[in-house]
């Protein structure tokens, strides 16, 4: 199984965050029944508090490269309030733990070239 995760950044303004809040926690718990799905985050910027990243974490047989469809409907739902940003990012090898990814044995293919 392959453990990815999904960022979908929201920037919109101040006045509609309640609202839009609302709406994405509903949207979140629809989309938190999606086969493969094994944790949602929310997070907001610490300097520009209408600025959210929704972390959606995946373990599957293989990444979609385009995107999840829960990924992609929450984005087609939300860029009505701002500007979105997609991104897709595949764990490296290990179980996310940065020491055991650096050693020799499970070394990520770039840091492996470079020594």
Known sequence: MMKWMEIIKLRVAENIQESLLRRLTEHLADINQAG???EIKLFHNAVVNSDLSIHLYWETAQIERQGSTPGLCLIHVFKAYGLISH????EA???G??????????LIPA???QR
């Open 36 to 38: 493969g799905l094994t």
């Open 87 to 90: 991104s897709l990012w595949i």
């Open 93 to 95: 090898a290990g179980c």
């Open 97 to 106: 733990n940065l020491e055991l990814a650096l050693s020799d044995n499970e």
């Open 111 to 113: 840091v492996k070239e």
